[in-house]
């Protein structure tokens, strides 16, 4: 790690395992198209926040998810990765797909908000991952140049945010987890 002078990791697969069963959150944002008499994209759940902005109802999916989010958080689990952030000497931070409320929930839950400098969420920027801005923003949050810092996830979409970004890549376990 001397070759790098921050870190930032994902949060859920990465330093916690959220309590999140997100069939449920993918039934409960249906729910809210529902009320609103609008037809989702389809059934994922990405695809429902992704265009809950064209519909008007971003506010209202975000709270729905959000919601699960929070509740999912105080019953995470700690992973391996939590330690290892706070045995760290360099600048840590946060990049989530998960709301920032979650992140700073399921950090000081497991005591890890001293051990972590900046926390972006889904909703601390714009856009999202694998948009390259929800990166570059934590990594400015932690005063560094990209290429001077280690995204370390466990997603496809880790992965591409960190090329999108020009930040060095690293998996947590042995390899991709998912999208």
């Known amino acids: 790690m001397t070759e790098y002078e921050a870190v930032v990791y994902d949060l859920d697969g990465t330093l916690v395992d ?26 994922g759940l990405w695809d429902m ?7 008007g109802l971003t506010d209202e999916v975000e709270s729905a998810i959000a919601a699960h989010e929070h509740d999912g958080a105080r019953t995470s689990r700690r992973l391996a990765h939590a ?60 005063e560094v140049e990209p290429e001077r810092a280690l995204f370390i996830g466990d997603s496809k979409r880790d992965r591409r945010t960190a090329e999108r970004a020009a930040v060095d890549f690293e998996y947590v376990g042995e390899g991709p987890s998912g999208v």
């Open 83 to 142: 330690d290892e952030a706070l045995e760290r000497s360099l600048p840590t931070g946060v990049c989530s797909l998960n709301c920032e409320r979650a992140c700073r929930i399921a950090l000081e839950e497991h005591a890890l908000t001293a051990a972590v400098d900046a926390v972006v969420g889904r909703d601390t920027v714009e856009t999202w991952k694998p948009d390259p801005e929800p990166l570059l923003a934590t990594v400015r949050g932690l």
């Open 49 to 55: 926040l992704g265009a809950a902005n064209d519909v």
């Open 18 to 43: 959220l309590d999140v069963d997100w069939d449920a959150v993918a039934v409960d944002v249906r729910a809210v198209y529902e009320t609103a008499n609008v037809e989702p994209p389809g059934d």
